[in-house]
């Protein structure tokens, strides 16, 4: 039987973004339209990615802003970290250098993703495509929108993070298994 990866990924981001229902709709395939601030919530995911099995421990945080006290806990033994903001809040964009900042200085953790969430409000969009690929760009990192609501870019958002994390562990990690509409496998 082939070994099962332990791999841990953290979201951070702004109150109200869709941490929950971005981890959610991973995890569960549901959404919810109420809002309930998160004290904080484990998951456990196993799929498979790349050809090999992996346990995903998921992290969903409670909001952060500028000036929150990262607990070392919540931190800790993480392997890769999603930072979230809602393409509906300049400020939930603005806060992530910062936050961003403190993460890496506490932890070192650099495996990590930027997502707008939310793209299903492009009526109240307040950041545009090009500020977060830009943000991106300056954190080397990949970026989607994405939406939990209407199931936009969130496995993407996963197996993009889980690649991240391969990489830092081995450089010369390359995806080899092409799918069929997919490098990944939701089991
Ligand atoms: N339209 C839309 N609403 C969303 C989306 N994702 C989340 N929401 C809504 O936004 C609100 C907040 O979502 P949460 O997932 O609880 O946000 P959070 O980041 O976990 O919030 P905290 O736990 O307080 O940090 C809820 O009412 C969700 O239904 C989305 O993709 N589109
Ligand atoms: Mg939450």
């Not at 109150?15 to 869709?18: L, P, Q, S, T």
């Not at 932890?107 to 495996?111: D, E, I």
């Not at 450089?171 to 997919?182: A, C, D, H, L, V």
């Given at each position: 039987m082939s070994q099962c990866k332990q791999r841990k990924i953290t979201l951070f981001g702004f109150?109200?973004?869709?941490k929950t229902a971005i981890t959610l709709r991973f995890v569960q395939d549901v959404f919810g339209e109420n809002y309930e601030p998160t004290i904080e919530n484990n998951f456990s995911k196993k799929l498979k990615f790349n050809g090999e099995n992996y346990e995903l421990e998921i992290i969903d945080t409670p909001g952060q802003d500028e000036y929150t006290a990262l607990s070392q806990n919540l931190i800790l033994n993480t392997d890769g970290c999603i930072f979230v903001y809602t393409i509906s809040s300049k400020n939930s964009f603005n806060m992530l250098n910062i936050l961003r900042d403190k993460i890496i200085e506490k932890?070192?953790?650099?495996?990590m993703v930027l997502v707008g969430n939310k793209s299903d409000l492009e009526e109240s969009r307040q950041v545009s495509i090009q500020e977060g690929q830009n943000l991106a760009n300056s954190w080397k990192c990949p970026f989607f929108e994405c939406s939990a609501k209407e199931n936009q870019n969130i496995s993407q958002t996963f197996f993009s993070t889980l690649e991240q994390i391969e990489l830092s562990i081995n450089?010369?990690?390359?995806?080899?298994?092409?799918?069929?509409?997919?490098t990944c496998q939701l089991i």
């Open positions: 109150r109200g973004v869709g932890s070192g953790v650099t495996p450089p010369n990690f390359r995806i080899t298994q092409e799918k069929k509409g997919g």
